[in-house]
């Protein structure tokens, strides 16, 4: 192939130097940070791992650590169920494909604020279609203001309605990619149909399910905004996850420090995840494509 | 394949289930913003009524900056997918054409940095953007969304750059083109529908995204989604129909535009997340 020489490095140049200057070094900034102090309008002041021991003592920084697990691990494993039985009903064929198709899509197009507008309004106790559909069949209010697992319960099922698509597109591409031939020369081989999903679907959607689902992990645990809008981690701080925590740490209590702290240990946890992610993309051939 | 009756109704149950899910709600907030106040709260939810335009006429005289915050959203979306897809389209021909280990190591650089959380850097740029007066601008909003997506872009345009011959690329070379002439007459051309990919994502997230504009604007930059979270907060007694006629003016759009681009939208999902 052709030398790499000054001329690439300057077309590679607008989109390394994007991500270096607004996300790679910001971040090494941030880990200065998370060992000084610092508030509106005072210079930081090294305090060793002060901060670390604030938020390692700190009951809601557990608390709202345990509640980020907790409904991560809710959305991403309720995606995969929702998304692999809607997969299945599709990869048989349906129906007007394409519409369909675009009406599953549809909440990838909806924003977290109108999402939150939409379930809000479904589930208002007073005026709510749902709601009232609910009591009507005998299940309890959701009160996500006052009840910290309604909260939670409320926000993982408008994460996965946002979300949804996305996971529902890897697993149904995956399935459509698997031969066709291999399911014909079972049917002649006198495969039952439980047998075909087991012994052909399911080793040939494996491999992107698991790369889909570690993918999911790190972007369900960026989850901001519905916590935000929907409860603001109230009550008193029941219902808080990490960027909630690192949010009110930074701008509310203006503890730059134990912000920048939360940060790390955000950074450290996506950081795990990311690499068993990057693992498997270099196991599916990406050092022989780049 | 032959099926049992009970299979077929399952089917349609689920198939049912799936749209009650998934578009249902968002069919209701659009219908319902159409619909006499009093007409929103009954239950079941009616799908005959005499429309109206009151609630838009609210929304533009209650909040007159509405029209203007969905203004600026769509400067930014526009600008951020016109910067996004700029530097994918350089960085993905590199990545297509050109091998090497230190190219390796930046692409690596490139899928890696882009998975950590976006609120961590919230905090630094917050002084920094002050200093460069940056804060509550067009310009700190863009080259935030397209930084975010830029790995992605890339990664999008390199596969679709991939399957342009680079016979292509040889024969116009010995005619006599520079490089840059090349990626303007085969390569741009060319590779238009892998831009179409990449800008779907960019867009829908600039249009849609709440965390930075949040925390980045305050006034001049505001963007739709900001205000609508507003709208939500500061009524007493929430003016549901109001809010369904900003929230339509805001989905629609962006609804209709991933319709239209569904199989780039598949297309770049997949090719984006499962294949690097």
């Known amino acids: 192939m052709r030398k790499f020489g000054l001329s690439q490095f300057a077309m590679l140049a607008p989109a390394q130097g994007m991500l270096l200057l607004v996300i790679a070094l910001p971040s090494l900034y941030v880990f200065w940070l998370s060992f000084t102090e610092s508030s509106y309008g005072t210079s930081p002041v090294f305090v060793g791992w002060e901060n670390y021991a604030a938020i390692w003592n700190d009951r809601y920084f557990w608390r709202a650590l ?38 599953v899509l549809t909440p990838y197009a909806i924003s977290e604020v109108v999402a939150i507008v939409i379930w809000k309004f479904m589930l208002d106790p007073n005026v709510g279609s749902l709601a009232k559909a609910m009591l009507a069949v005998g299940l309890p209010e959701i009160s996500w203001a006052t009840n910290p697992v309604h909260g939670l319960g409320l926000v993982s099922v408008i994460s996965i309605w946002l979300h949804l698509p996305f996971t529902f597109i890897i697993i149904y591409s995956a399935m459509l990619a698997v031969p066709k031939e ?31 689902l570690i993918f999911r992990y790190i972007f369900a645990f960026r989850l901001f905004s519905e916590v935000w809008l929907l409860t603001a981690g109230g009550p008193a701080r029941t219902t808080e996850v990490l960027s909630i925590y690192l949010y009110k740490q ?25 690499a068993i992610y990057l693992r498997l993309l270099y196991r599916r051939g990406f050092q022989r494509d780049a | 394949m032959r099926e049992s009756a009970p299979g077929i109704a399952l089917r349609a149950a689920v198939i049912a289930l799936v749209l009650a899910w998934s578009a249902a709600p968002v069919f209701l907030v659009v219908l319902s913003s159409f619909k006499p106040t009093p007409e929103i709260f009954v239950y079941p939810p009616a799908l005959v009524f005499a ?17 203007w915050t969905l203004r600026n959203s769509a400067v930014i979306a526009l600008s951020a997918t016109l910067l996004m897809v700029f530097s994918s389209v350089l960085a993905g021909y590199v990545y297509s054409r050109y091998r090497g ?42 080259v935030l969304y397209a930084t975010f997506f830029v790995s992605l872009g890339s990664m999008i345009l390199k596969t679709f750059i991939d399957g342009i011959p680079d016979e292509l690329d040889q024969a116009a070379t010995i005619d006599g083109a520079t490089e840059l002439q090349v990626l303007w007459r085969i390569i741009v051309p060319l590779s238009a529908p892998g831009m179409v990919a990449a800008s779907v994502f960019v867009f829908v997230y600039a ?57 780039y939208l598949i297309a770049g999902l997949t090719s984006g997340s499962v294949k690097g």
């Open chain 2, 207 to 263: 249009w849609n995204e709440y965390l930075f504009a949040f925390i980045f604007t305050t006034t001049r930059a505001k963007t739709a989604p900001v205000v609508i979270s507003e709208m939500m907060g500061s009524l007493t007694g929430v003016d549901w129909g109001l809010l369904f006629a900003a929230a339509s003016v805001q989905l629609v759009p962006v609804v209709l535009f991933v319709v239209l681009v569904q199989k």
């Open chain 1, 250 to 274: 930074s701008f509310t209590y203006a503890s730059f420090g134990k912000g920048a702290a939360t940060g790390w240990v955000m950074v450290l946890v996506s950081g795990v995840f990311a």
């Open chain 1, 66 to 103: 345990v509640n980020t697990l907790v409904v991560i691990n809710i959305i991403v494993y309720g995606e995969l169920v929702l998304a692999f039985v809607i997969a299945l009903v599709f990869v048989k064929g349906v129906p007007f494909r394409r519409v369909l198709l675009a009406m």
């Open chain 2, 51 to 67: 429309p109206t335009l009151e609630h838009y006429r609210t929304l533009f005289e209650k909040w007159p900056d509405f029209i």
């Open chain 1, 182 to 212: 291999l399911y014909e020369s079972a049917i002649v081989d006198g495969a039952t149909r439980w047998q075909s999903f087991r012994f052909i679907t399911l080793p040939g959607i494996l491999p992107a399910v698991f790369v889909a």
């Open chain 2, 101 to 142: 280990t230190a190219l390796a190591g930046s692409a690596f650089f490139m899928v890696a940095i882009r998975l950590l959380p976006p609120i961590v850097i919230t905090l630094p740029l917050y002084p920094v953007a002050d200093f460069l007066k940056l804060s509550d601008s067009y310009t700190l909003l863009i």
